[in-house]
């Protein structure tokens, strides 16, 4: 149970350096000013997102007890190791979404939870939850990860993305994926024993 939150927080820590919410949650601190508010929303959306990315990643490898499941869980991380490399950016209509005037903390919740669908720390949520078959600990752990990654580009904002190199952090963090890979990938093959 430790491995799966030290290993769910550590990789979504890292992913979301420089990801697509991380510069959703610094233009959210720079338009609406209500930090607290806004981590209060991300907190919120990113529990109900990756609980239920984390029910199902528990759900499918349930489903399908194979040595060829688990093989596609290990290709998925090798995947989310070259998807990690490839830098984020917000889109325009992303962007102008979060002009409304309503509250921080329902816009950032409704923001965060969309924009995270599809993202790559919610399908590494999946893929950690079909890999420790654990939803409250995954979700947990990814959930701790998206805040250790957010909380402080809320507050610092444009000087956090000035001061750490977001491209080392992508390379930490593909190499994170790339190595939970190889290792479920040596696992599923027989040749950890």
Avoid: C
């Avoid at 149970?1 to 233009?27: C, F, H, Q, Y």
């Avoid at 600990?137 to 998206?146: C, D, I, N, Q, S």
């Avoid at 990654?149 to 444009?158: D, I, S």
Wanted: no cysteine; proline share 2%; glycine share 6%.
């Amino acid at each position: 149970m430790l491995e799966a939150l030290l290993t769910s927080t550590l990789v979504v820590a890292l992913a979301e350096v420089g990801d697509k919410t991380m510069l959703l949650a610094i233009v959210l601190a720079a338009r609406l000013r209500a930090p607290w508010q806004i981590i209060a929303g991300i907190f919120v959306a990113t529990i109900a997102n990756h609980a239920l990315a984390a029910l199902v990643g528990r759900e499918v490898a349930g489903l399908v007890e194979s040595q060829w499941f688990r093989i596609a869980v290990a290709l998925g991380f090798i995947a989310m190791a070259a998807w990690t490399l490839v830098p984020d950016k917000l889109d325009d209509d992303e962007e102008t979404s979060v002009r409304t005037k309503s509250s921080a903390f329902l816009t950032t919740l409704v923001s965060f939870f969309f924009v995270e669908i599809g993202d790559k720390t919610q399908v590494a949520t999946i893929a950690l939850a079909a890999h420790y078959r654990d939803v409250l600990t995954v979700a947990a752990g990814t959930t701790l990860g998206m805040m250790i990654a957010n909380v402080p580009a809320v507050f610092l904002g444009e000087e956090l993305v000035k001061r750490v190199s977001l491209k080392a952090a992508r390379t930490a963090a593909a190499a994170l994926f790339f190595v939970l890979g190889v290792w479920q990938l040596a696992s599923a093959l027989g040749w950890l024993g």
